[in-house]
């Protein structure tokens, strides 16, 4: 995809350098989050057609709210974390949260 959403962990690892140097306080595990958090919502933003819910990962899920502000759906990880999934295998996590995304829209 790009710096933006990571697609691997060499191109999360040149975001977190990026960030670093612009914040010394932010950590692999904030940007790690805030990716996978991020890459979810455009999948969702492309599913819908537009934004409409919103995912956040909270904890050890992502939630999906709704436009009240409900929670409507929550997404397990496929191994213990997210960011162990991402690091394990970032194509299989990216092709699991589409398929999430596009489950969400249609519901």
């Known amino acids: 995809m790009?710096?933006?959403?990571?697609?691997?962990?060499?191109?999360?690892?040149?975001?977190?350098?990026?960030k670093k140097a612009r914040d010394p306080k932010v950590t692999k595990e904030q940007v790690m989050?805030?990716?996978?958090?991020?890459?979810?919502?455009a999948y969702l933003d492309y599913a819908e057609d537009g934004h409409y819910?919103?995912?956040?990962?909270?904890?050890?899920?992502?939630?999906?709210?709704?436009?009240?502000?409900?929670?409507?759906?929550?997404?397990q990880p496929l191994g213990d974390s997210f960011e162990q999934d991402f690091e394990a295998n970032a194509d299989r996590l990216l092709g699991y949260l589409e398929d999430e995304a596009d489950k969400?829209?249609?519901m």
């Not at 989050?33 to 919502?41: S, V, Y």
């Not at 899920?61 to 436009?67: K, N, R, Y």
């Open 33 to 41: 989050r805030q990716t996978i958090q991020d890459t979810f919502q």
């Open 53 to 75: 819910d919103t995912g956040k990962l909270v904890g050890n899920e992502i939630q999906v709210f709704d436009l009240n502000n409900q929670v409507t759906k929550r997404i």
């Open 104 to 106: 969400v829209a249609d």
């Open 2 to 18: 790009s710096l933006e959403y990571p697609e691997n962990m060499r191109e999360l690892e040149d975001k977190f350098a990026i």
